[in-house]
């Protein structure tokens, strides 16, 4: 085989791509995110003697994370910026090798030794490294399970540090967790790593709220506007919020409209970005649509992270990439320098010269049901629920994605009882959130707390409901959990959640391929991880609260 990924739900016949990403990634571009984690252990081995003696930079830990980002799936196809990456990699590996080297004791891992710097030496090298490279089953699947859940955290690090926000308490465990993975772990520390991973996914998902919201305010309920004006527009897809604040400041006064695509829809839902006129509201739907969606749309675009889609070359002229996010033949807006903001005026420029958008839908939506927001509204929450009115609560947050499995969650939406409330974060909402699904006593059915990193929301909630109800036990609360999956994102925020204690998931639309049967009994008998079933089965479990 050429290549070896199994990271995302897509994966071929649930079991690993091996000649090409379905995500559309190519086997050299696979190999080389291999090759690039296998140095980010041998920098953490080093950064680990460093932080000890307290003098770890934190701008290497920041580069681990930005690093780790790049490999996220639909986050970066261009090889080129991947050797840059890894050549990058290698230096600061090889001056914490120069400084601590001598201070290691024992045998270092293979991770810590030279090999080629060339091209060419780097596709050799990623043959040997990658996921396959280790034969037990079980200890890879814990492995890669701690893996593809610290870029996930890695994904909300960057977000944070973007706005100004670090902990160097997060570096320090995405290298103690990268340096575990040379180890020879019991199953049970494994695991035990796998569960730290979670704590510290709500720890980082906690400083990236507070990161937004600080510098944003908290999100409000807000109707967001699904149809377009007759001026030119820019369309920004993807998670930073510094991006789109940058954008809007840039773009006032210059005639062009702003919206917002798949999950940078809760952007409409903050007090900061409300006082620019030109920002219009939302265009299309969910990632995997770019490829029509980006067409009709006209004028340019502006991926900010993950979920570019290979690009066509029906825009291929008017997509830039920014920030992690990197395609071959896309122009790169670059990264800021010396507090400076990023420049788009190559962006707005070409706007100006583009048709508007077609308009492909009208009316609006209702989001804006962060922590802050349902806490506000709790008094009538659970006066709703001591009545009757409100019967479950159902979580169905998470990741959109092209199989058709997934209108199971567009179908249990609609046949869930009118008595239930259903709360999301991520793109999964987009199965739905146009439903005309109606409210509970005001209280709109579906509450909308963001995007995927706002999960921490979900889980805000979930803690002040069971104070509330001065329960023992959160899992006594009338909540279930029928999570739609895609990336690693999707994987850590499972792994907060499972940090908490909550139980009796339901993952869909297929168990990852990452989770060996072992492990998956592991994860089944500690908490009841179960894969989705048929609608009507699930729904009536559901409601019995299984």
């Known amino acids: 085989m050429s290549m070896f990924c199994f990271q995302c739900q897509e994966t071929a016949k649930n079991e690993g791509c091996t000649i090409a990403g379905v995500c559309g ?30 003098e770890l930079d934190k701008k290497v830990g920041l580069f681990i994370a930005q690093s780790l980002f790049t490999t996220i799936t639909n986050a970066n196809f261009d090889d080129d910026r991947f050797i840059v990456q890894i050549k990058e990699a290698l230096k600061i590996r090889d001056e914490l090798k120069e400084k ?45 399970l701690l893996i593809i859940g610290l870029k996930g955290l890695a994904a909300y690090a960057d977000h944070a540090a973007m706005l100004g926000f670090e902990d160097e308490k997060i570096y320090a465990f995405i290298m103690e967790a990268l340096v575990s993975t040379t180890k020879d772990l019991s199953i049970d520390e494994m695991v035990a790593m796998v569960m730290k991973c979670g704590e510290f996914s709500l720890t980082t998902m906690a400083l990236l709220d507070k990161a937004n919201t600080s510098t944003y305010g908290n999100p409000e309920i807000t109707k967001v506007n699904l149809g377009v004006r007759k ?46 006129e030109h920002f219009v509201g939302n265009y299309g739907n969910a990632w995997w649509q770019q490829n029509t969606e980006f067409v009709t749309f006209n004028g340019p675009i502006l991926m900010t992270t ?30 800021r320098e010396d507090g400076k903001t990023k420049d788009f005026s190559e962006i707005i420029e070409l706007a100006k010269k583009c048709d508007p958008p077609i308009e492909i839908e009208t009316g609006e939506l209702i989001g804006g049901f962060a922590h802050n927001q349902v806490i506000a509204l709790a008094e009538k929450i659970v006066e709703a629920v001591k009545s009757g009115a409100i019967k479950r609560f159902v979580v169905m947050g998470g990741c959109d994605g092209r199989q058709k499995g997934r209108n199971y969650y567009t179908e249990v939406a609609e046949q869930l009882p009118k008595d239930t409330i259903i709360m999301t974060a991520g793109c999964a909402k987009y199965r739905y959130n146009k439903l005309d699904l109606g409210d509970i006593g005001g209280i709109s059915r579906v509450l909308d707390a963001g995007q995927c990193n706002d999960s921490y929301s979900l889980a805000v909630i979930a803690l002040k409901l069971k104070e509330i109800f001065e329960l023992d036990d959160i899992n006594d609360l009338p909540i279930s959990f029928d999570i739609a999956w895609y990336e690693q994102k999707a994987v850590v925020v ?19 391929a ?27 479990a559901i409601m019995a609260g299984k």
């Open 494 to 512: 499972l792994l907060a959640l499972l940090f908490l204690g909550l139980k009796g998931f339901r993952i869909g639309p297929t168990l990852p």
């Open 100 to 144: 601590y080297g001598d201070k290691i004791e024992g045998k270092l891992h293979d991770s810590a030794l030279w090999f080629s710097d060339d091209v060419e030496g780097f596709h050799k090298n990623a043959a040997v490294v990658g996921v396959l490279s280790q034969k037990n089953e079980d200890v890879r699947s814990l492995r890669e």
């Open 514 to 540: 990452f989770i060996s049967p072992n492990v998956l009994k592991v994860l089944v008998e500690n908490f009841n991880l179960k894969p989705i079933g048929e609608v009507k089965e699930d729904i009536e």
């Open 25 to 54: 990634k190519k086997a050299d571009t696979a190999n080389l995110q291999d090759l690039l984690i296998y140095v980010l252990r041998g920098i953490s081995i080093y950064g680990e003697k460093a932080k000890e003696l307290g």
């Open 231 to 276: 001026n030119p527009g820019i369309l920004i897809s993807g998670h930073d919020l510094k991006d789109m604040e940058e954008l809007l400041k840039q773009t006032e006064g210059t005639g062009i409209d702003v919206y917002t695509h798949s999950e940078m829809l809760p952007a409409n839902y903050y007090p900061a970005f409300k006082k620019y």
């Open 306 to 335: 993950n979920c570019i889609t290979p690009v066509k070359d029906a825009y291929k002229d008017r997509i830039f990439t920014t920030g992690i996010t990197g395609y071959p033949g896309v122009k790169h807006v670059s990264d």
